[in-house]
């Protein structure tokens, strides 16, 4: 099992920036690892991934303002998201994947007020 604890939501008016942390409790064995958003009524989504080899894969809608980038040594994974746009409004989800399972956490609300 792998505990998964994302940090550092928050409001933050349009143009501003924010970076989301997510740290797994399991230090071997760590795949990918990810973002992904749900916004009120929409689906889940993927926002970005990265491999533990630094391959990044990124949503077009964010493509340009936001960066992924990970730790390995501690497992941490970071979301930096500058120029944010109101419709980036979501609860932020972190997954890990280790041994072909993935594990969630429990996500953060980013609020980009107009």
């Known amino acids: 099992q792998v505990q998964v604890v994302e940090s550092g939501g928050g409001l933050v008016q349009a143009g501003g920036s924010l970076r989301l942390s997510c740290a797994a409790s399991?230090?071997?064995?760590?795949?990918?690892m990810g973002w992904y958003r749900q916004a009120l009524g929409k689906q889940r989504e993927l926002v970005a991934t990265?491999?533990?080899?630094?391959?990044?894969n990124y949503a077009d809608s964010v493509k340009g303002r936001f960066t992924i980038s990970r730790d390995n040594a501690k497992n941490i994974v970071y979301l930096q998201m500058n120029s944010l746009k109101p419709e980036d409004t979501a609860v932020y989800y972190c997954?890990?994947?280790?041994?072909?399972?993935?594990?969630w956490g429990q996500g953060t609300q980013v609020t980009v007020s107009s």
């Open positions: 990265i491999t533990s080899g630094g391959s990044t």
């Open positions: 399991r230090s071997n064995f760590i795949g990918v």
């Open positions: 997954s890990v994947s280790r041994w072909g399972s993935s594990y």
